[in-house]
């Protein structure tokens, strides 16, 4: 059984993939510092969506819908779990998590869906990686993108071959506010909603020179207030991508106008306006990421986002 689906928004051009979210850098030298240099959002392009070639594509049907970027299927007669390729949407119990559920249920469940295999196969749980396709006469729907376009799930910046294209629409979904980039999706302080976004992730250096686990204090995040007055952070969370990495900042941290706070990967920080994250690995991939700020309850303030920094 096959669904009628509209036909997606569709990849922007990669070369102006860059340039488009908060925080991508200039295309100067990635190696050990990105940092932002454009506010602009140009609103993606369209294009129709193909299937991949037959000799390649799996079809399946949609038994059960997990969460927001897995569903199980039934694939050549087998039931196997399939992971969303490139993609990561909020934990069932988290903000927005149930959302993205019901995204996907409504977009899959049920449903025959054509699949598409990455650079890896298979993840550490044992679930496929696929790309996922849902077709019918008047069009085709990739969902991975789909999700990624109207904020439901965020565009992991690993080695896959949409990267690029998924962190342009990513970043376009972020300053319009859509699905889970809303201002108070997860709710709102009492007396209403600050002057939303007034602080801001500038940088990231993701890769400082020398080995990865010695250079720990090095790897680092800056967070600014750019409104006009003094903002209370304890309580909020940063965290990369797969949301794997997670730091809720201490009671007290807060920062005044024009004033920037130091994140630092490992234990060596000593001065009121540096956090020490103390990983004893590092938090920041070298081959992309992601970093989101995060209020206390939840909506995400400020994202920045990175390509691979081509470090040897």
């Not at 990849?11 to 990105?34: F, K, M, P, Y």
């Not at 991949?52 to 050549?76: L, M």
């Not at 992601?290 to 040897?312: C, E, H, K, Q, W």
Request: charge should be negative; include cysteine.
């Amino acid at each position: 059984m096959k669904r009628v689906a509209a036909v997606s928004l569709v990849v922007a051009a990669l070369a102006a993939a860059c340039n488009l979210q908060e925080g991508i850098g200039d295309g100067t030298d990635a190696a050990a510092t990105t940092s932002t240099t454009s506010t602009t959002e140009p609103a993606p392009t369209t294009t129709t969506i193909t299937l991949p070639p037959e000799e390649t594509a799996e079809r399946g049907v949609v038994t059960t819908v997990i969460d927001g970027d897995t569903f199980a299927a039934v694939v050549a007669g087998v039931e196997v779990t399939v992971r969303l390729l490139g993609i990561n949407a909020p934990e069932t119990d988290e903000c927005f998590g149930s959302d993205a559920r019901s995204t996907l249920t409504r977009l899959l469940g049920g449903f025959e869906v054509v699949m598409e295999a990455g650079p890896e196969e298979i993840d550490d749980f044992g679930r496929m990686l696929r790309y996922v396709y849902v077709e019918d006469p008047d069009g085709t729907m990739f969902v991975n993108q789909d999700l990624v376009a109207e904020g439901f799930a965020v565009g992991v910046q690993s080695d896959h071959p949409n990267a690029a294209a998924f962190e342009a629409l990513e970043a376009a979904a972020f300053a319009s506010g859509k699905g889970m980039w809303g201002s108070v999706v997860c709710g709102e302080p009492e007396g209403g909603n600050p002057d939303w976004p007034q602080v801001r992730i500038s940088q990231v250096v993701a890769d400082p020179e020398g080995s990865d686990d010695e250079v720990l204090d090095q790897e680092l995040v800056l967070i600014v207030n750019e409104g006009y007055g003094t903002v209370s952070l304890s309580g909020w969370l940063l965290r990369d991508e797969s949301s794997s990495n997670r730091l809720t900042l201490p009671a007290g941290t807060g920062l005044n106008p024009g004033e920037t706070l130091t994140v630092v990967t490992g234990c060596g920080a000593g001065t009121t306006d540096t956090i020490s994250w103390c990983s004893d690995t590092p938090v920041w991939s070298n081959s992309g990421d992601t970093a989101i700020l995060m209020d206390p309850f939840g909506n995400a303030v400020s994202r920045f986002s990175y390509g691979p920094t081509n470090a040897g």
